[in-house]
C-alpha cells in the first residue's frame, strides 16, 4: 500500500489522502480536518464531499489529469521505471508542481504550496536570462538547474510559468518558497510559427465581443514569437499572490484525459453535450451559464477553433459558493492550419463537423444544454444574432494579415445567417482557402 497526502494552498493539514494497493487499484478519501473546515470546498464536481472513499475510476481520472505532460515526466517514468498508469507513483515524485492549488505529496512531506509576496519570494530575471530561457525552450535545450519552471503546466507545447513582477520585470519563486507564478510564457509550435500573435488576435476580438477571457499578449524575443498569458487561477492583491483552485471540465466530469474528445468516448463517459450540460447545471448561475457556453460554441465555429475539448474548459471553485466558470483559453483557429482535423470536439446536434450543421442540430443542441425547449430557438436566434453582428462589425477592420480568418467567418456567417433565417447583410469575402503553410497566407 502507497499513501499521499493531499494538499490545497494555505490549509495547515492535508485535505484527504490518496493511496493505492499491490494491484494499483487507487482510492482518495477526505481528511475529517477538510470537513470541519469553515473554508472547505469540494476538490472536483466528481469528487463532491462525502465521508466514504472514492473508487479507482473516478479517483484516477481526477488525479491523473494533474499530470503534467512535459519532459519532467518522462523523465520521472524513465528514471524510475514506472508505469504511466502508475498515478500514485507518478505523483509522488512530481506532485509538488501540480498546476492549480493542489499538491500531492509523502506523507513525510511539509506542504510546499504558499502564498507569494511580489516584493520577497521572486528571484528576478534579467533581460539576457529571458531571452535565454525564451531560446532554450524554443531549441528544445534543457534549462539551466537554477531555471527549472517551478510549476510545470500540463500540455505538449513548449511552456514555463513565470510570475509578473513590480517594474514590467519578471521572475521565479524561490527555491523553497512554494509561491505561485502569475504567468504562462508559451513558445508557439515551429510548424505554425505565427502562433502567438493569432492566439493574441482571437482572445482579443473574444473580449472586444464580450466574453470573459484569459488575458493574452503577443511579442517577440531574439527573433522568437512568443505568448505570454495571464494564469486565471491566480489572485493578486497588493503584494501578495493566491492560488485559486481550479479544474478542467475532463476532471470535473471524471473523465481521463484520453476522453477529452467525444469520438473517444463511449455514451455515458464522455465528452458531450449531455455531460456538458450537467458541469453547467452545478455553476453558481446556471441559466447563465449555459447561455455563455452556447455563444461561446456559436464564436468558435465563426473562428475556426473546434479543438475546445474538455481540457479547455475549466471551473474556478471558491469557498463558500458554487463553482463558476473560468474565463474562456486557447482560443486558437485551427481551421486555418491545412491538416488540422475537422471533427467538432464534441457534436453540435447530430453533426460531427462544421460545415454539417443546420438549424435543427443547433436547437437539438441548445435543448441538450438545458435551455428550456419552449425558448430554445428564440434564444438561439437571439444569441445568433447578436454574436453575428458584433463580429461582422469588428472583422470590417481585419488588418490584411488577418484576411483569411475574416473570409472563415464570413463562410460560417453565411452558413448560419441562412440556417437560422437572421436576414443580416453580410460582406462579401473572397473564399475560404487553407494552404500549405497554415493561415499566414500573405
Known amino acids: 500500500m502507497r499513501s499521499l497526502n493531499v494538499w490545497v494552498e494555505a490549509f495547515s493539514e492535508p485535505v484527504g489522502l490518496l493511496n493505492s494497493d499491490e494491484n494499483g487499484v487507487i482510492q482518495f478519501s477526505y481528511a475529517p480536518a477538510w470537513f470541519q473546515s469553515a473554508a472547505n470546498f469540494p476538490l472536483s464536481l466528481s469528487l463532491p464531499l462525502r465521508e466514504d472513499p472514492f473508487g479507482d475510476s473516478i479517483s484516477r481520472a481526477f488525479f491523473s489529469n494533474l499530470l503534467q505532460e512535459n519532459d519532467q515526466l518522462e523523465r520521472v517514468i524513465a528514471r524510475e521505471g514506472l508505469d504511466r498508469g502508475d498515478i500514485v507513483g507518478l505523483l509522488a515524485h512530481v506532485g509538488a508542481?501540480?498546476?492549480?492549488?493542489?499538491?500531492?505529496?509523502?506523507?513525510?512531506?511539509?506542504?510546499?504550496?504558499?502564498?507569494?509576496?511580489?516584493?520577497?519570494?521572486?528571484?528576478?530575471?534579467?533581460e539576457e536570462d529571458f531571452a535565454d530561457l525564451v531560446m532554450r525552450l524554443a531549441q528544445g535545450r534543457?534549462?539551466?538547474?537554477?531555471?527549472?519552471?517551478?510549476?510545470?503546466?500540463?500540455?505538449?507545447?513548449?511552456?514555463?510559468?513565470?510570475?509578473?513582477?513590480?517594474?514590467?520585470?519578471?521572475?521565479?519563486?524561490?527555491?523553497?518558497?512554494?509561491?505561485?507564478?502569475?504567468?504562462?510564457?508559451?513558445?508557439?509550435?515551429?510548424?505554425?510559427?505565427?502562433?502567438?500573435?493569432?492566439?493574441?488576435?482571437?482572445?482579443?476580438?473574444?473580449?472586444?465581443a464580450g466574453f470573459n477571457v484569459g488575458a493574452c499578449v503577443a511579442g517577440e524575443v531574439e527573433g522568437q514569437e512568443v505568448l505570454l498569458i495571464t494564469r486565471y487561477?491566480?489572485?493578486?492583491?497588493?503584494?501578495?499572490?493566491?492560488?485559486?483552485?481550479?479544474?478542467?471540465f475532463a476532471q470535473a466530469l471524471g473523465l481521463p484525459a484520453d476522453l477529452k474528445y467525444e469520438r473517444r468516448g463511449r455514451e455515458g463517459r464522455r465528452f458531450d453535450t449531455e455531460a456538458i450540460a450537467r458541469v453547467l447545471d452545478a455553476t453558481d448561475r446556471p441559466a447563465l451559464a449555459r447561455e455563455q457556453f452556447l455563444r461561446l460554441t456559436l464564436f468558435n465555429l465563426l473562428v475556426g477553433n473546434n479543438d475546445n475539448h474538455a481540457k479547455n474548459h475549466a471551473l474556478l471553485h471558491v469557498p463558500g459558493?458554487?463553482?463558476?466558470?473560468?474565463?474562456?483559453?486557447?482560443?486558437?483557429?485551427?481551421?486555418m492550419v491545412a491538416g488540422f482535423r475537422e471533427d467538432l470536439a464534441f457534436r453540435i446536434g447530430n453533426a460531427q463537423l462544421p460545415h454539417e450543421i443546420t438549424?435543427?442540430?443547433?436547437?437539438?443542441?441548445?435543448?441538450?444544454l438545458g435551455i428550456p425547449a419552449a425558448g430554445a430557438r428564440r434564444i438561439l436566434v437571439s444569441t445568433a444574432r447578436e454574436l453575428l453582428e458584433t463580429i461582422e462589425g469588428l472583422s470590417a477592420n481585419f488588418s490584411q494579415e488577418m484576411r483569411p480568418l475574416d473570409n472563415l467567418i464570413g463562410e460560417v456567417a453565411t452558413l448560419l445567417n441562412a440556417e437560422l433565417g437572421l436576414d443580416l447583410a453580410l460582406r462579401e469575402r473572397d473564399a475560404h482557402v487553407v494552404r500549405g503553410g497554415g493561415w499566414n497566407l500573405s
Open 97 to 126: 508542481d501540480c498546476s492549480g492549488s493542489v499538491s500531492v505529496l509523502p506523507d513525510d512531506h511539509p506542504p510546499i504550496k504558499r502564498p507569494g509576496s511580489l516584493g520577497q519570494d521572486y528571484d528576478v530575471l534579467s
Open 142 to 208: 534543457p534549462l539551466p538547474a537554477e531555471m527549472r519552471d517551478p510549476s510545470p503546466v500540463a500540455g505538449f507545447r513548449r511552456k514555463i510559468s513565470l510570475a509578473a513582477l513590480p517594474g514590467d520585470r519578471f521572475g521565479l519563486p524561490k527555491v523553497g518558497s512554494g509561491a505561485p507564478t502569475t504567468h504562462i510564457l508559451k513558445i508557439p509550435d515551429p510548424n505554425h510559427r505565427h502562433e502567438a500573435r493569432h492566439e493574441e488576435f482571437v482572445t482579443a476580438l473574444a473580449q472586444q
Open 233 to 248: 487561477d491566480r489572485w493578486v492583491e497588493e503584494d501578495r499572490v493566491y492560488r485559486v483552485h481550479q479544474e478542467d
Open 321 to 335: 459558493q458554487a463553482p463558476v466558470l473560468a474565463p474562456f483559453y486557447d482560443l486558437v483557429p485551427v481551421q
Open 359 to 368: 438549424a435543427a442540430d443547433l436547437e437539438i443542441f441548445s435543448v441538450a
